[in-house]
């Protein structure tokens, strides 16, 4: 397959292709010059600058980076197209829409008032220390980029064939490397290129394929059924899991962070909606552009071949450019993951005397790619594997308990969250290893990780209700 598409990439290809990428390296030294440096600045200013841009991200560059953050799984989002059609649109669309607009109206204005800098840190200030050390170890796995080093190996091997776990390896090493440049204010600027040119590609490609084979009729004459239905042959139960999935976002890191650091609760707000619209468009040209890949070429392995439909429609030069595109879409991902996975680590999870210093953070970095890779061999290439997995326990353990939190402030003690979580955790482990027959077959380990974790909030009420009315 990496034959079939070097052999229609042209020289003219490789030169818009490499300008794209000097100008995402551009951008970030842009950025990085920029930066404030304030002779009076404290240590806490300047751990608020690398960690969140000094709280100064303006509705331009707060949309720009949250939507390129947000979609480095281009390869899985098409797979689940090219293999169950519109199914696609609503797990990994519609269901996250609303996930969305509920954190904007719901989440934006209870979050700034704690001021706090990681969501872990939120956590230590909504419920305790303790909570705040689950969720940094809960956060940091949730965070770690395997699916999108899995998705940068793909790309790669796809390019120039070879092995995919060198393939993933490589790959991650080289954004480490460039990770190490900056803090959040790199990865913004970094950013808008990359917002600007994943979402030019993905219209691209859907043009030119509306263009050479006609629209829905060309659609509808050469695809399943099935794949025009909202479930796409799956049961309700599996479809639901992914909307239990996406209600993780309200418990995701990244989306925090820049919320954190936007210049005031009304930009974070307007531009989550903003973004909302950006990724319904996108959603509509990925989805559009895997269906007629399945329509004109039905037999391609299903993770690469949206990539390889789109390199046999376009012309030379936008082919370079599309290319480009696909791979910024992956790197605008990984590279703010590999970011938030070292702050996590560096900040919420070692002993507070590293906050402050910058090559803890550098280490954490570094280490985060490292596991990244080596996670991204047990799950074989298989990103919507990933999501589900990681998704899973995101959902079961935390969501519950703080959505909760905000709701009812000062109601769940800080012992209460941890054994909460740890329940979620304890029964969706043991369900996922269980044989895979009968019942266990029947139910996601994800309804039984939030049954455990809903359960385990009641008991823990009941017996903090008893004590409190023995000791008084």
């Known amino acids: 397959m990496s034959s079939q598409i070097i052999s229609q990439i042209t020289t003219l290809d490789w030169i818009v292709f490499f300008l794209v990428l000097l100008s995402t390296f551009a951008a970030i030294i842009y950025g990085q010059l920029k930066k404030s440096k304030s002779p009076d600045s404290d240590e806490e200013d ?31 989002v098409t797979q689940i197209a090219y293999d169950y059609g519109i199914y696609n649109f609503l797990t990994q669309g519609v269901f996250w829409y609303f996930t969305y607009i509920f954190f904007a109206f719901f989440m934006v204005n209870r979050i700034s008032k704690y001021q706090a800098v990681t969501l872990p840190d939120l956590m230590g200030k909504m419920f305790g220390p303790r909570a705040e050390k689950v969720s940094a170890i809960f956060n940091f796995f949730n965070v770690v980029p395997i699916a999108y080093a899995i998705s940068l190996g793909l790309f790669l091997q796809a390019l120039f064939g070879g092995n995919l776990t060198v ?121 559009g552009g895997a269906l007629y890949a399945r329509a004109v070429m039905p037999g391609l392995p299903s993770d690469k071949a949206y990539l390889i439909f789109s390199t046999s429609i376009l012309p030379s030069g936008l082919r370079g450019f599309v290319l480009a595109g696909f791979l910024a879409t992956i790197l605008s991902t990984l590279d703010s993951y590999l970011f938030i ?67 009812f402030p000062g109601k769940i003690s800080d012992k209460q969250f941890v054994f909460t979580c740890s329940i979620g955790v304890v029964f969706t482990t043991i369900w996922r290893f269980l044989p895979e027959e009968g019942i266990v077959a029947a139910i996601d380990d994800l309804y039984i990780g939030i049954i455990a974790t809903f359960c385990g909030l009641i008991l823990s009420t009941a017996i903090r209700k008893k004590s409190s009315i023995f000791e008084g």
Request: aromatic letters at 14%.
């Open 167 to 287: 393939m993933v390896f490589l790959g991650t090493l080289i954004v480490v490397a460039y990770s190490l440049t900056g803090g959040l204010r790199a990865v913004v600027f970094s950013d808008i290129v990359q917002f600007f040119v994943m979402c030019a590609g993905v219209v691209l490609v859907l043009f030119f394929a509306v263009g050479k084979y006609g629209g829905i009729g060309f659609l509808k004459t050469n695809l399943p059924e099935a794949h025009f239905s909202a479930l796409g042959g799956n049961s309700i139960a599996t479809t639901l899991v992914w909307g239990f999935i996406a209600l993780s976002t309200l418990v995701d890191p990244n989306f925090y962070q820049r919320c954190f650091a936007a210049k005031s609760p009304e930009v974070a707000k307007k531009g989550i909606l903003i973004s909302t619209f950006v990724w319904f468009l996108f959603d509509i040209c990925t989805t």
């Open 46 to 76: 300047g751990l608020l600058d690398i960690l969140l841009m000094g709280r100064k991200l303006t509705l331009p560059l707060f949309i720009a980076t949250l939507v390129a953050t947000w979609y480095g799984g281009i390869f899985g």
């Open 341 to 407: 996975a070292g702050t996590t680590l560096s900040y919420d999870i070692l002993p507070k005397r590293f906050r402050t210093k910058k090559m803890a953070h550098y280490c954490a970095v570094i280490f985060s790619g490292l596991l990244a890779a080596v996670l991204s061999t047990a799950f074989s290439g298989d990103i919507k594997a990933v999501w589900k997995t990681l998704g899973s326990y995101s959902a079961s353990c935390l969501l519950f308990p703080v959505i909760l939190g905000h709701l």
